[in-house]
């Protein structure tokens, strides 16, 4: 099995962190996130019919086709109401950026109990952003995907099972090989997570465009789990970000979608066809 611990690599890696990480200043105003609409919708599955979230542009107008971004909530935004998993993260990235804004963003909501790797909560993200992309005339050719912790779980998860939908990820805080006790009620009987998952992915997603986030002092996802992927993805010659910010825990995702670059950058990816 091939080993990411080489030193080149880790230099290489350090380099990168140093380069690019950065923190919002804290004598900007902070967004009105309280502000941010969405509209709530709901989706019928295999094992039933759950609420969801989507945020639509002001200027939506159905003569054009949109970006679409669909986002993935936290553990701790599981639920049934449809709204909570808006409150954390994505919430930031709209209200840090010019109105109007020019995606619709999908937020599908994990169940409680739930874990987004499970089959039945796969389902309802992936239909929920088929819904949407259906009704609000999303363009299949720019659709984005992120999340965090759990969600960032899932977005690189989805992102090797679906490499050929997604013009461009971004994964905070998460990771690939579940993790003892944060996940007691998933369904992690893929066979799939034996051996050398990490490389094994990484060719499925080196296609991808990638900008990754986590914090350095993160006591609940090591940090380690974003860091192999980079190095591997990097060893691939992937087009591949990663921005770890010193000092910071698990809540990175502030951070991370405050980030004035990220949008920008996922708008400049777009698929060919």
Request: charged share 20%; net charge negative; hydrophobic share 40%.
């Amino acid at each position: 099995m091939q080993s990411i611990c080489n030193f080149p690599i880790l230099i290489t890696l350090t380099a990168l962190v140093l380069a690019v990480a950065t923190v919002p200043s804290s004598a900007a105003a902070a967004p009105d996130t309280d502000s941010v609409p969405f509209v709530s919708r709901t989706v019928t599955t295999s094992t039933g019919t759950f609420k969801f979230a989507v945020y639509v542009p002001s200027n939506w107008s159905k003569t054009k086709k949109w970006p679409v971004i669909m986002f993935l909530n936290g553990w701790g935004e599981r639920g049934s109401d449809g709204m909570l998993q808006t409150k954390a993260g994505i919430r930031h990235l709209i209200a840090d950026n010019p109105a109007p804004f020019p995606c619709v963003v999908v937020c599908p909501q994990c169940q409680n109990p739930g874990w987004w790797t499970m089959p039945a909560m796969e389902e309802i993200a992936l239909k929920a952003l088929d819904q949407s992309i259906a009704e609000f005339n999303g363009d299949t050719r720019r659709l984005y995907l992120t999340g965090l912790s759990m969600g960032g779980f899932e977005t690189w998860k989805l992102a090797q099972e679906y490499p050929e939908r997604w013009a461009a990820i971004a994964p905070c805080c998460g990771g690939i090989k579940p993790l003892k006790g944060l996940s007691p009620d998933s369904d992690f009987t893929d066979p799939d997570l034996s051996g050398d998952v990490y490389f094994a992915w990484a060719k499925k997603i080196a296609g991808i465009p990638v900008w990754a986030f986590h914090g350095e002092a993160d006591p609940t996802v090591p940090t380690s789990e974003t860091r192999q992927m980079v190095a591997i993805l990097m060893s691939m010659k992937a087009d591949v970000r990663y921005t770890e910010y010193p000092g910071v825990g698990h809540d990175s995702w502030d951070n991370a979608y405050s980030d004035p670059g990220l949008l920008p950058w996922l708008l400049s990816h777009k698929l060919s066809k």
